[in-house]
């Protein structure tokens, strides 16, 4: 690009034209395993949104003394430590959905999303704009995360975050809640998502020509 | 015949009925990424079964004998500076993830330098996979779990040899190219398929792998009563107190 | 006639200047080692005992109401009562191998043995079931069972964590194996199995019978001891 994106861009970006899981098809490990309910999937949300700040942050102070083949040791230093901090604060503070996130938060660590957000973005941006980006992809990786949890959970117990929404009669489609339901509504949505997208380019296509 | 009994009982676990891909969700970007073509899938399983296992005996040495509490080396070397009974608490355990993951990046630095130094051919057929084995959930997934059978039981007695950590680790990578080689091929009669727009690529396979998934499901079971038959004795004396 | 072209004066400088250039990197990098470990480790001494706090309360605070039933344990908290919980370690030999069991021993404030409750784990439908039990004083009767951990199929097998189905196993005798049936328990010592999830019922007795059997006599000895003392 000639001109680097401002920071307003880049949040406004990781939302939804660059959303990780979506559009960029990364950190789709935790999308699928902690999507069981919603509060489990805000609460690692919440992690990756931690580790991926900090992680920016610090990225971008050290931008200037990186260089090319110790890089990805570094990130990968810098990653790990922020998500043992995380891992730690949640079993004190969060006990039981550390729990059930188990092993989960640790696997941060390998998420795509993170790594690549640190080599493409704030490797090369100002603390300012590396922060904004983070918080983008984490917001969209949120809305991923939420999306697919709220679908998962309404359809599979009529439960959103533990309130009855659904009307008790509702028979509970235990398979959401199973690795396929989580499959399967992950590949709907991402459907979903492209036709939107494609209908989008084809009136964008149209408008100009 | 307890220990192999275990053995059979973890690997077929670890292949079959709790698939790394189609049950704890790791794997999941090369098992999209990468299952286009049955032979390049068979690569990426081999490579990630091998890597897998490397890798689950560093960190099973590493958390034995160094992280865990009380562990031998950091008892001795702990002991030059303070008394033996604060020696023997020390807990390295807080750095786990990081040597984890720092060993993994290192196993697959070695072994794609070992590879295209001695096995040419080899690492032409799955040589080019292996820098990106390095993000790939499954293997520090098998360390997490070799680590929670080590320092996360309650009895001393019951932690994890290095047997059974390995067969673990190979038997989840064998899973793994399993999973990722049906994919493959159903991916290859797909291509003949007229697939909606919005869900080629990536869509339809997350469809495929969830009927995959289920098809797995069928697997449950299978150790409890698989266990029932090569420990009949200890069962026995359960379940004649049962009746 | 050819020129002389001279050596490169640069090039032992350039080799020092790589080496030097790799070295500085590398202190990079162990200066983020040293200060993330420096930082992990603070990480580990504060939140440490509030993590080992939080492991040991989640087996702690589901003592009282196994020993004494739910109506039981809700009066002694709104009578501001509490246990008193010892841990144990008890130790049986079991076809030539030992096998421990943690058991918590509780007593009330005036020092009177309350119950005990044991530890115990086995194999389920899908994986292993972590559950305690709770035994009257002189272990002559189970007063409660608690899922601790469990990974049976939801909707299903799940149903074995619901306080309807455990209430099954509260003042059952020791002194005889529980039986599981399907078409409604008509003797004091059969339960009821979850309908469409069999295997998970008789999992979960079959780990209670087991470590009835082994616990009851050591536990009564443990009694019998403290009474005497």
């Known amino acids: ?209 | 015949m307890h220990y192999l009994t275990d053995i059979i009982l973890i690997a077929l676990g670890a292949a079959l009925i709790n698939n790394f891909v189609l049950y704890y969700f790791v794997g999941i970007c090369p098992f999209i990424g990468v299952s286009r073509r049955i032979d390049m899938a068979l690569g990426m399983g081999f490579a990630v079964t091998f890597v897998i296992s490397i890798a689950a005996l560093l960190s099973w040495t590493i958390t034995t004998f160094i992280l865990a509490p009380g562990a031998p080396v950091s008892k001795w070397v702990a002991g030059f500076f303070v008394s033996p009974e604060a020696a023997a608490q020390v807990d390295l355990t807080i750095l786990s993830y990081v040597v984890y993951i720092f060993a993994i990046a290192s196993s697959v630095q070695f072994v794609e330098m070992y590879v295209r130094k001695f096995y040419p051919s080899l690492y032409r057929s799955f040589g080019v996979f292996l820098p990106l084995i390095t993000t790939n959930c499954a293997i520090l997934f098998a360390c997490l779990i070799i680590f929670s059978r080590i320092v996360g039981v309650d009895n001393p007695a019951d932690a994890w040899d290095i047997g059974r950590a390995l067969t673990l680790a190979a038997f989840g990578g064998v899973g793994f190219t399993i999973a990722i080689t049906i994919m493959a091929g159903i991916r290859e009669e797909l291509e003949l398929c007229d697939i909606p727009k919005p869900l080629r690529g990536a869509g339809i396979t997350l469809i495929v792998a969830s009927v995959l998934a289920m098809a797995f499901m069928g697997f449950t079971g299978v150790d409890s009563g698989l266990r029932k038959v090569l420990a009949p004795a200890a069962v026995e004396s359960a379940q004649s107190a049962e009746k | ?229």
């Not at chain 1, 000639?2 to 990364?26: H, K």
């Not at chain 1, 990756?48 to 230093?77: D, E, G, M, Q, Y």
């Not at chain 3, 530890?119 to 439908?125: F, I, L, T, V, W």
């Not at chain 3, 599981?180 to 019978?209: E, F, H, M, Y």
């Open chain 1, 1 to 209: 690009m000639p001109v680097a994106p401002t920071a307003a861009e880049r949040f406004i970006q990781g939302i939804l034209p660059e959303n990780p899981v979506y559009r960029q098809l990364l950190g789709l490990c935790p999308t699928l395993a902690v999507t069981n309910g919603l509060k489990a999937a805000m609460t690692m949300a919440g992690a990756v949104a931690f580790v991926l700040f900090c992680a920016n942050i610090v990225t971008s102070v050290i931008r200037h003394l990186l260089k090319p083949h110790l890089r990805i040791v570094i990130f990968t230093l810098i990653i790990a430590t922020f998500v043992t901090i995380t891992d730690r604060f949640l079993a004190a503070y969060m006990y039981d959905m550390s729990k059930t996130l188990g092993p989960y938060i640790p696997l941060i660590i390998v998420n795509c999303i993170i790594i690549c957000r640190c080599e493409v973005c704030a490797s090369r941006q100002s603390i300012v704009t590396a922060g904004a980006d983070a918080l983008g992809q984490a917001g969209g990786f949120g809305l991923a995360l939420a999306s697919i949890a709220a679908v998962r959970e309404i359809l599979g117990t009529g439960l959103l975050f533990g309130v009855q929404i659904l009307p008790a009669t509702w028979p509970n489609w235990v398979v959401m809640i199973l690795p396929p339901g989580a499959f399967m509504t992950l590949g709907l949505l991402l459907g979903a998502v492209n036709w939107i997208e494609l209908r989008r380019s084809e009136r964008a296509d149209k408008k100009r020509g």
């Open chain 3, 1 to 229: 006639m050819k020129p002389l072209t001279p050596m490169d004066p640069m090039a032992r400088s350039t080799l020092e200047r790589l080496k030097n250039n790799y070295i500085i990197q590398a202190w990079l990098v162990l200066m983020l080692a040293l200060f993330f470990g420096a930082s992990l480790a603070g990480v580990h001494l504060r939140l440490g005992p509030k993590i080992e706090e939080n492991k040991a309360n989640e087996t702690r605070h589901r003592i009282p109401e196994i020993i004494l039933g739910y109506p039981g344990a809700e009066e002694f908290a709104r009578e501001g009562k509490s246990l008193a919980i010892k841990a144990h370690t008890i130790s049986v030999e079991k076809q030539g191998r030992e096998v421990f069991y943690g058991v918590y021993e509780a007593r009330d404030l005036d020092g009177k043995l309350a119950g005990w409750v044991a530890k115990s784990a086995g194999q389920g439908y899908a994986d292993k079931i972590e559950l305690l039990i709770g035994f009257s004083p002189s272990a002559e009767t189970i007063t409660g069972i608690f899922i601790l951990d469990q990974k049976e199929t939801p909707g299903l097998g799940n149903k074995i964590i619901t306080v309807d189905w455990r209430q099954q196993f509260a003042n059952i005798r020791t002194i005889e194996p529980i039986e599981v049936t399907k078409t409604g328990a008509k003797d004091p010592r059969q339960i009821d199995a979850i309908t469409g999830a069999t295997i998970s019922s008789r999992s979960v007795t079959q780990i209670v019978n087991v470590t009835v059997k082994d616990l009851r006599d050591p536990l009564a000895a443990l009694a019998k001891k403290e009474k005497d003392n």
